[in-house]
């Protein structure tokens, strides 16, 4: 499996959704760190030296912005994979433009099993 002992963070207000992407992951072997918050989403990245960080665009705590500049800025997680997981699509060139090269992928949601997998697993390898 692509995903067998990565350690991936998922940052995901939505209950729903957070259960249905972990389940996902952790069938495919990862360990799943659950951020239900930005601020939760950068403390398991300091804590946890994930291979991948999943953020949404829109949940409580630090924003995607912020987190984006703090994994942009810090040297300590500066290395760190990540992922915007978003039923935003329409924001997805803002932040390209704004944080040019520091988001790896954008899955769209709904996605399927398939492909979050196949993006996370190529991330986790870089």
């Given at each position: ?51 991948v960080?999943?953020l ?7 924003d995607?912005?912020e ?23 329409e ?20 996605f ?15």
């Open positions: 499996m692509p995903l067998t002992d990565k350690r991936i963070v998922v940052a995901e207000d939505d209950p729903d959704q957070m259960e249905f992407l972990s389940t996902i992951l952790e069938d495919a072997g990862a360990k799943v760190f659950k951020a239900h918050n930005g601020n939760e989403a950068l403390q398991f990245a300091r804590e946890v030296d994930p291979d960080v999943t949404d665009i829109q949940m409580p705590g630090i995607v912005i987190l984006l500049r703090q994994f942009s800025e810090d040297v300590d997680l500066i290395d760190i994979c990540l992922c915007i997981v978003s039923g935003r699509p924001l997805r060139q803002f932040l390209i433009d704004k944080f040019a090269g520091r988001c790896r992928a954008f899955v769209d949601k709904p399927t099993p398939e492909e979050i997998i196949d993006v996370l697993g190529r991330l986790a390898c870089e």
